[in-house]
């Protein structure tokens, strides 16, 4: 599967959890993060492409009162040292009863990283683990990229529109709709 032949991509969004990290749940210990193996080196592949890049994600770790934003924000920054830097982290603190705008599979961090980049988020793809971030990336408008986990459910990859067997491939899935890198 691959994305539109037919569509420029300017940026590109990436899940925290078992996407970028290794997925430790509700994580805020910046001590606990672990890179997925080549989750930097697809990273920068990315940067060097030319393309902004940025975090969305689900952290309700806060409104569970598990830790504050302030540690989930110690946490993303120990993401962005190891793998990054990112130009946009989107944090959604709510539960997934709490109705929000912002948390996948609503498409509210999508678009907030969109306006915040500077960039339609036509021309944006998301790369997650779960059907959630497929949901947000396709209810914004931009494309998604499905890397599957143990834990991704069967009916998430059949309904994904795109499939990765790895970061490292999701990423240069997407470097193929890249316009030529500006001087």
Known sequence: MALAPDRTVRGLLFDRDDTLVIDVPYNADPHRVVPVPGARRAVERARAAGLVLGVVTNQSVIDKGLATREQVDATNARVDELVGPFDVWCVCPHDAEDDCACRKPRP????????????????????????????????AGAQAVLVPTPRTRQEEVDAAPTVAGSLDEAVGLVLAHVPAVRP
Do not use: F
Not at 119 to 124: R, Y
């Open 108 to 139: 509210g961090m999508v678009l907030e990283a969109a306006e915040r980049l500077g960039v339609p988020a036509g021309e944006l793809v998301v790369i997650g683990d779960i059907g959630a971030d497929v949901g947000a990336a396709l209810a």
